[in-house]
């Protein structure tokens, strides 16, 4: 029989092994195996399961659409209208119950809120109240002066003013200025820097606790401070685009309103207030910090019904999956239950959850849709106004953003299988390409490479613990075996005779070593099947239940290396390492780390240079209207000092200063922007694929093994002149892709190994890539010769 092994072998050209399928050729890839023996006890006969349910079926889609309407009906009869009186209500409850708290935590005995805000008042006076007049008066300091704003933007202003001595806000009008602290408050500012801290945050906290509800003469009432959203919208409306910013809303017959003044009403409650049936405001609702608090809760509760369409579709593909796998794994005792592999049962990141929740939150929002409509309509009774007005605030915006972000989801889904497929076909391309026929084996150790390689998956299936996994890797074995099988059936070998078990495979191992200790082969063998892929893809139509198993050992180090004498483990570590750094050379990843530093650097200099250069240009653009009049020389000169904060005499830092400042703010761009274009680039040109794998691993062979272990430079030169040859042909074909676009040139591959032919677009960028890491791989070995040469010259 060894015989009838051997003449078989004979017919088998000598190939590269470690990147080829049974679909094209004998013999297959890393990542194969073999044939029968003792310890195939465990593969089943037919060790097919029942499909596991990984897209949505009609039974889902029909829970789905279920789910929508239930919830959605839920939505309409329980949860009501969107309602600010309810959401002022709610804050203004949630805000006294704040103040009189943090009144408690600083020493404050009662528990009225009038007596926490007085408490509050005297114990935490702060510096900015020096500059109630600057801002407007009592009424609307609050809503002008940043620092009293109950944001972050509000506490960066508040310690502003502790190491300047200065406030921030706007005037009356709108636009940004920056005043002293007067004299009568100046001791609220610190002396040192812990104390400027001190005060800057923990006393602005507990002031801006006093007013959060109002003043003490009207607690629970008074104009309140901006929250987190209103914050921000005034602190932006402050920037010189906002100052001659376009008409937002009608005022009246003639006049307008712009958006200065439309945020400025919103506060004051005359936008969103009550009108009698003559326009007349009867009652204001201010939009402050405690209508904010009552909007988000009011958000919380249109959230509960989407919530509750999450529950029911998630919950429901929980348990179908999971009484699915318990059937088709014939689980029957609850120790069994840890053979359930969670990614198949938990309702996450999952093409048919992402179905499901498409079509649950859609239905929802037109069952929610209708019932607003519905009602808006006969409340309205044919007023277009208060149609649209009633239609609005029983809309539920939550369902709304949920339903946009499932689409989302689902399309991505969707695009990322199209993806899949495509880069299907582009491996299959660039496979042939990689095709270099430099790494030589012989029929024997070509059959013990095979048999190494089954070895791999069968000790890999035993150690595998989640039963839907450890199927699966079965199921690769035994198609692997069945195509292994037919093409030795062509030559007259049956598998069982071909195939060596674990045993008698490293006897073999030996016995053949020990017969030609010279040669390199040993670790050739060792150096594939440690690169082996874990369960490629095979060309069957099973290959998506192969996609993200993994193995579960090293059983090259742990098995392999323990039970034949030529590779160590120092050996097989030696050959790793040297993997490393062989795809580290053909990746140039040296150079263009080099390349990411050194653009960062350039990008942010030339931004810094021409912020510079352009400071004059830029300041007018910040300082708005505090420079309208002014042109020429004069205007560049109080631009620039107001940017700077003011003048030299005034205290501030002058033009020099405005300009640092902008430059500043251009090298922290470029220097941004220079990470971002050379991440990009780095992200554009990641290594990866067919070519340069095997581009790596031969010059790992090379160097490590026939160069340092075997000083076999003929071999190397012999694969040097391989690699040229197949450089010119690659590029012939390159060149003659590039020439005509529509040229259908590629090279000689089975066309079953493509669904649909790569465009010549594709080859060309996929031939240009592999031209890259081959001309690299081939320039790093010439190197070596030279100093191999040379060592033993």
Request: a negative charge; one cysteine or more; hydrophobic letters at 40%.
């Amino acid at each position: 029989m060894d015989k009838e092994i051997a003449r078989a072998g004979e017919e088998l050209e000598c190939t590269i092994v470690g990147l080829e399928f049974p679909k094209t050729r004998l013999l297959p890839a890393p990542g194969s195996g073999g044939a029968s023996g003792p310890k195939e006890q465990f593969l089943k006969g037919e060790t097919r399961w029942e499909p596991r349910l990984s897209k949505a079926d009609k039974l889902d889609c029909e829970i789905a659409v279920a789910s929508g309407v239930i919830t959605g009906l839920v939505d309409s009869f329980f949860m009501g209208k969107f309602s600010l009186e309810r959401a002022s209500e709610w804050g203004s409850k949630k805000t006294s119950e704040f103040v009189i708290a943090m009144a408690r935590l600083s020493g404050y005995e009662g528990d009225d809120l009038e007596g926490a805000i007085k408490h509050l008042e005297k114990n935490f006076e702060f510096a900015a109240d020096g500059n109630t007049a600057d801002f407007g008066g009592g009424r609307q300091h609050h809503f002008r002066d940043f620092s009293h704003h109950f944001s972050l933007g509000g506490l960066v202003c508040s310690i502003f003013t502790q190491f300047t001595g200065k406030a921030i806000g706007t005037d009356t009008a709108g636009r940004l200025i920056i005043v002293d602290i007067p004299g009568s408050h100046a001791e609220h500012l610190g002396g040192t820097v812990q104390e400027k801290i001190m005060k800057g945050t923990v006393t602005w906290l507990f002031h801006i606790a006093s007013d959060v509800a109002g003043s003490s003469s009207n607690p629970g009432k008074g104009t309140g401070v901006p929250g987190p959203i209103l914050s921000l919208i005034k602190q932006l409306s402050a920037l010189p685009i906002f100052q001659n910013a376009r008409t937002v809303m009608e005022r009246g017959e003639d006049e307008e309103l712009n958006f200065r003044e439309l945020i400025a009403k919103l506060f004051n409650g005359t936008l969103l207030g009550k009108r009698d049936e003559n326009g007349k405001i009867i009652e204001p609702v201010r939009f402050d910090f405690r209508m904010e608090l009552g909007v988000l809760h009011e958000v919380g509760r249109q959230a509960v019904p989407v919530l509750l369409n999450q529950c029911f579709i998630r919950s429901f593909y929980f348990a179908r999956r999971f009484a699915h796998e318990i059937k088709a794994l014939k689980i029957e005792k609850l120790s069994e239950l840890s053979r359930i592999d969670p990614a198949d049962i938990l309702p996450f990141r999952n093409r048919a959850i992402a179905r499901m929740s498409t079509i649950s939150t859609g239905v929802f929002t037109l069952v929610d849709a209708a019932d607003a409509a519905i009602r808006a309509a006969i409340a309205s009774k044919g007023k277009k106004e208060v149609f649209l007005g009633e239609f609005i605030v029983r809309i539920n915006f939550v369902g709304i953003g949920t339903f946009a972000i499932a689409c989302a989801l689902d399309v991505k889904e969707v695009l990322m299988e199209r993806v899949s497929d495509e880069n299907d076909r582009l491996d299959a391309y660039e496979r042939e390409l990689a095709d270099l026929h430099c790494l030589e084996l012989g029929p024997e150790q070509i059959r013990l490479l095979q048999s190494l390689q089954r070895s791999i998956v069968i000790s890999d299936i035993e150690k595998t613990e989640k039963a839907r996994k450890k199927e699966a890797k079965e199921i690769w074995l035994a198609e692997w075996e069945d195509a292994i099988s037919k093409g030795l059936a062509e030559r007259g070998v049956l598998m069982k005779d071909y195939i060596l078990e674990e045993t008698e495979l490293y006897v073999q191992f030996d016995k053949l070593a020990s017969l030609d200790p010279v040669k390199p082969w040993p670790y050739l063998i060792a150096l594939e099947a440690d690169l082996m892929a874990p369960y490629p893809p095979l060309g069957g139509n099973s290959d998506k239940e192969f996609k993200g198993l993994k193995f579960e050992n090293d059983y090259m180090l742990d098995t392999f290396c323990c039970s034949q004498s030529v590779v160590s483990k120092d050996g097989l570590e030696s050959l790793r390492k040297g993997m490393k750094h062989a795809e580290g050379e053909v990746d140039a990843r040296l150079a263009k780390n080099v390349a990411k530093v050194v653009g960062t650097v350039v990008f942010a200099t030339a931004a810094t240079l021409v912020a510079f250069v352009f400071a004059p240009f830029i300041a007018p653009f910040i300082a708005g209207e505090a420079v309208a009049g002014l042109s020429g020389a004069a205007l560049t000169s109080a631009s620039l000092a107001f940017v700077g904060g003011g003048a030299l005499a005034a205290g501030g830092l002058g033009m020099a200063g405005g300009t640092a400042i902008i430059a500043g703010g251009g090298a922290v761009l470029g220097a941004l922007g220079g990470t971002g274009i050379t991440q990009l680039v780095a992200t554009m040109n990641n290594a990866d694929g067919f070519v340069f794998l095997e581009s790596s691993k031969l010059l790992c062979y090379s160097e490590e093994v026939l160069l340092q272990r075997y000083a076999d430079v003929d071999s190397a030169r012999k694969i040097k002149a391989t690699l040229n040859e197949r450089i010119l042909e690659l590029d012939i074909m390159l060149q003659s892709l590039r020439e005509d676009g529509e040229n259908e040139v590629q090279l000689e591959v089975d066309e079953k190994s493509f669904e649909e032919e790569v465009s010549p677009k594709k080859q060309v960028k996929v031939l240009s890539k592999s031209l890259k890491y081959l001309r690299r791989c081939n320039e790093k070995l010439a190197k070596d010769i030279s100093a191999a040469v040379k060592d033993q010259g």
